[in-house]
């Protein structure tokens, strides 16, 4: 077997509100709120479902028209990173 694709999920402990556009949710437990833009809203609704990274990567390029799509996953990298790291995203299991 290859190497396996770690699975992205939501913290299912956050319930996101649609503000201004903008999903915004709350960490009751750290008392801290997130907002996530167009695109970190489109992360959230694609990850509905756990997804890979390569998976999130092909439904933003496709709904924004990505020019780039290596840059694009750069990029989501390090939001997502961002996300795992705030405790919106969960890491786990493989696809």
């Not at 709904?63 to 840059?71: H, L, T």
Request: aromatic content about 6%; some cysteine.
């Amino acid at each position: 077997m290859g190497n396996a694709a770690p699975l992205l999920s939501r913290n299912p402990k956050l319930s996101p509100v649609e503000m201004d556009g903008r999903l915004v949710m709350m960490d009751s437990e750290r008392g801290v709120y997130f907002a996530l833009d167009a695109v970190g809203s489109a992360v959230w609704e694609i990850l509905e479902e756990p997804s890979t990274l390569e998976t999130v990567t092909r439904h933003v390029a496709r709904s924004f028209d990505a020019p780039c799509r290596e840059e694009l996953r750069r990029d989501l990298e390090e939001f997502i990173a961002a996300l795992i790291d705030q405790g919106l995203l969960l890491q786990g299991g493989t696809a």
